[in-house]
């Protein structure tokens, strides 16, 4: 099983459509693929599940997610008081594993666990339990179900972030050709350094994708450059800008299933080839 967590601290970058449409190919090309959506704003979630995992207002969360798994870890299921946790910790069933939290996807080969938009207000409680190894060993349980697993990541180094570095063989850090995106990644790899000498000596910088790359135009060319310049390991295939993505999105489909020849999904098949490879 090979896992992927694609992460950056600055939102905005295009990490949830990036996971989700290298998920999507690789479970196009018949990997048995599980997505699991860290971000609680859960854009991954709603690309593949739609309507399901669209919540709002008056519509909660689809469950099982990722936020209920947490709370299994913590022993402490929504609802119950003070004394039924402390009974349900010592009684639970511990043998309930990620599996429990998955969603079948539309697409073949494709699972979701999907996110919470509360998944956040679990964070201090996992931190002070020193919790941090529990998705790591969750997954390590799934190696014979998956052969491939991607991780998507809220924009933030938080304790969800962490856990996903600490299970994960592979990192991809979305980029934007933006300057302030430049004088961030000294800081994100920094700390994906740190992760691998304090938590996972197996963790890879896979490589720094350039998305809404636009060829034509002189600054992005410039920033690109000065990245491999520095020797950041830029990748070489790069994403451009498209209304397809847009498009992508309103339908829940992923390009490789919306439209498998078009520019933008090429350059995806490209860059999961390439990624494939190392």
């Known amino acids: 099983m090979r896992t992927r967590v694609v992460f950056n601290q600055k939102g905005g970058v295009g990490k949830s459509s990036i996971t989700v449409n290298l998920a999507a190919i690789s479970a196009h090309q018949g990997f048995k693929t599980l997505l699991i959506d860290l971000d609680p704003q859960a854009n991954s ?17 689809l469950e099982p997610n990722i936020e209920n798994y947490f ?17 349900g910790s010592i009684l639970k069933n511990r043998s309930k594993g990620l599996e429990s939290y998955v969603h079948q996807s539309p697409f073949k080969n494709l699972d979701v666990i999907p996110a919470s938009p509360t998944l956040g ?4 409680a996992l931190e002070s339990k020193h919790k941090i190894y529990k998705l790591r060993d969750a997954l390590q349980q799934l190696a014979e179900q998956y052969e491939r697993v991607y991780i998507d990541t809220p924009p933030a180094f938080n304790f ?7 299970a994960a063989d592979r990192v991809l850090i979305p980029f934007d050709c933006d300057v302030f995106s430049k004088r961030a990644l000294n800081t994100l790899i920094e700390n994906i350094i740190e992760t691998q000498d304090d938590h996972n000596d197996r963790l890879e910088i896979e490589g720094i994708v350039v998305n809404q790359f636009q060829a034509q135009a002189k600054l992005p060319r410039e920033v690109v450059q000065q990245l491999k310049d520095e020797g950041m390991p830029v ?16 339908k829940n ?8 020849e078009h520019k933008l999904t090429q350059a995806y098949q490209l860059l999961f080839n390439e990624i494939e490879q190392k």
């Open 45 to 61: 979630s709603q690309y593949l599940l739609g309507d399901d995992a669209t919540y709002s207002a008056d519509k909660p969360a």
């Open 71 to 87: 709370e299994e870890v913590l022993g402490n299921p929504q609802g119950k008081g003070l004394l039924s946790n402390a009974i």
């Open 121 to 124: 207000n679990l964070a201090h």
């Open 160 to 166: 969800f972030t962490l856990s996903a570095l600490i």
């Open 235 to 250: 990748l070489d295939n790069m994403l451009p800008p498209s209304i397809l993505m847009k498009e992508s999105h309103v």
């Open 253 to 260: 489909q992923p390009l490789i299933h919306l439209a498998a």
